[in-house]
Nanobody
Framework: QVQLVESGGGLVQAGGSLRLSCVAS????????MGWYRQAPGKERELVAR???????NHADSVKGRFTISRGSAKNTVYLQMNSLKPEDTAVYYC?????????????WGQGTQVTVSS
């Protein structure tokens, strides 16, 4: 089984910073990509940032220049550094893992961590 454990969410004032962490564990032989998604009340889940096995990254336009995704030295760990936070960044943030399996990718999700930005 594969587990994703997130940490680092919380309440912060606008303009502040938070750092989210996600550790993947279990039967993981290789990783295609890890990423962060978020879902605000009444909205669909959206991609925030993703990092691939060769350390290529992409960030949503709404967070470019403010958020940075990175991986730890242990490749099963991913971070999201969030700076200059805005009230519209308020959401539940989910860690996402893509693992190759046969001719497909298995998708795994963390339990989510709440980020609340006050104005």
């Amino acid at each position: 089984q594969v587990q994703l454990v997130e940490s680092g969410g919380g309440l912060v004032q606008a303009g502040g910073s938070l750092r989210l962490s996600c550790v993947a564990s279990g039967s993981i032989f290789s990783i295609n990509a890890m990423g962060w998604y978020r879902q605000a009340p009444g909205k669909e889940r959206e991609l925030v940032a993703r990092i691939t096995s060769d350390d290529s990254t992409n960030h949503a336009d709404s967070v470019k220049g403010r958020f940075t995704i990175s991986r730890g030295s242990a490749k099963n760990t991913v971070y999201l550094q969030m700076n200059s936070l805005k009230p519209e960044d308020t959401a539940v943030y989910y860690c996402n893992l893509l693992v190759p399996a046969s001719n497909r990718l298995n998708v795994y999700w963390g339990q989510g961590t709440q980020v609340t930005v006050s104005s």
